[in-house]
Each structure stands twice: as C-alpha cells, then as structure tokens.
Nanobody, 121 residues
Framework: QVQLVESGGGLVQPGGSLRLSCAAS????????MNWYRQAPGKQRELVAQ???????NYADSVKGRFTISRDNAKNTVYLQMNSLKPEDTAVYYC???????????????WGQGTQVTVSS
C-alpha cells in the first residue's frame, strides 16, 4: 500500500512563512508528478503547485512568486515553501502524486490526508 503523509501545517501571521512536507511510503517503483492542492471552506479544491519527475514546475497565479515547490526523489518527498502568506491562503493543503507501485504496474493517483494552514493575526 502506498501512503502520502503531510506535515508542517499550522497557524501563522500574515506575511509569515511555512514549509509543508509530504512523504510517500510503501510499495513504490517510481513517482511521476507530485502536486499540492488546497481547499478553503466553501470552495472547490484547487491546484496550487506541481513538480514533475524532471523537476518542471507549475504554479497557480495566486501563489506565483510566493510559493516554491521542490522534491527529494531519494526520500520520495515533496515540499512546499510558502512565503508572504496571506489570509486568503488559509485552507487544508493536500499532497497528491502519481505513483507506480511496481515495475509491472501503471501509475495510480494518491492523496494525503491534508494539513491545515491558517493565516491570521
């Protein structure tokens, strides 16, 4: 079984920073794209940032210049460095990844359980 476990959420003041981590564990042959999504109360889940297996990145317009996604393939871990946080960044942040459990398998899409980020004074 593959699991994604997020950490690093919490309460931060506007203008502050947080770093989220998401570690994949279990039966893993390879990991393709790794993504961060977020969902605020009453809103749809949205893609925040994506990093591919060749380290190509994409960001939502609302976080460009403030958030940075990175990954450590040796640790099967993806990070989201969030700077200059705003109250509108408040949401549950979810890790998402396309993972091949074995050499004979196709890639499946997995989700973490989410971590709360609250930006408030």
């Amino acid at each position: 079984q593959v699991q994604l476990v997020e950490s690093g959420g919490g309460l931060v003041q506007p203008g502050g920073s947080l770093r989220l981590s998401c570690a994949a564990s279990g039966s893993i042959f390879s990991i393709n794209a790794m993504n961060w999504y977020r969902q605020a109360p009453g809103k749809q889940r949205e893609l925040v940032a994506q990093i591919t297996s060749v380290l190509s990145t994409n960001y939502a317009d609302s976080v460009k210049g403030r958030f940075t996604i990175s990954r450590d393939n040796a640790k099967n871990t993806v990070y989201l460095q969030m700077n200059s946080l705003k109250p509108e960044d408040t949401a549950v942040y979810y890790c998402n990844a396309d993972i091949r459990p074995s050499v004979r398998s196709v890639a499946y899409n997995y989700w973490g359980q989410g971590t709360q980020v609250t930006v408030s004074s």
